[in-house]
Nanobody, 114 residues
């Protein structure tokens, strides 16, 4: 099982970024895929999740600004991030969440400047 992120970068507050995660090596419906983030000096935080029942959830801090979508044909999960705030600055990780194990990507840096 593998998760590979891309799309991070630097943007000014109010801007947008779109992250991509190519998740592979598992049977659809057996695992969910989620975006987590970790800011310097802070604990990891769940940003959004597409669970194995195809239910999408968002952290309260990103509701209305971030949108999760998928392209099953490409094994890709997208995180569209709009109206970015400086507090969104973090390393964003794509995680394939299976019943017995979670598989983390290498992370992609998102930096939002004021």
């Amino acid at each position: 099982v593998q998760a590979v992120e891309s799309g991070g970068g630097s943007v000014q507050a109010g801007g947008s970024l779109k992250l991509s995660c190519v998740a592979s090596g598992y049977i659809l419906g057996s695992c969910g895929v989620a975006w987590w983030r970790q800011a310097p000096g802070k604990e990891r935080e769940l940003v959004s999740r597409l669970d194995r029942f195809d239910i999408i959830t968002y952290a309260d801090s990103v509701k209305g600004r971030f949108t999760l979508s998928q392209d099953n044909a490409k094994n890709t999960l997208y995180l569209q991030m709009n109206s970015l705030k400086t507090e969104d600055t973090a390393v964003y990780y794509c995680v394939v969440e299976c019943i017995t194990h979670n598989y983390w990507g290498q992370g992609t840096q998102v930096t939002v400047s004021s």
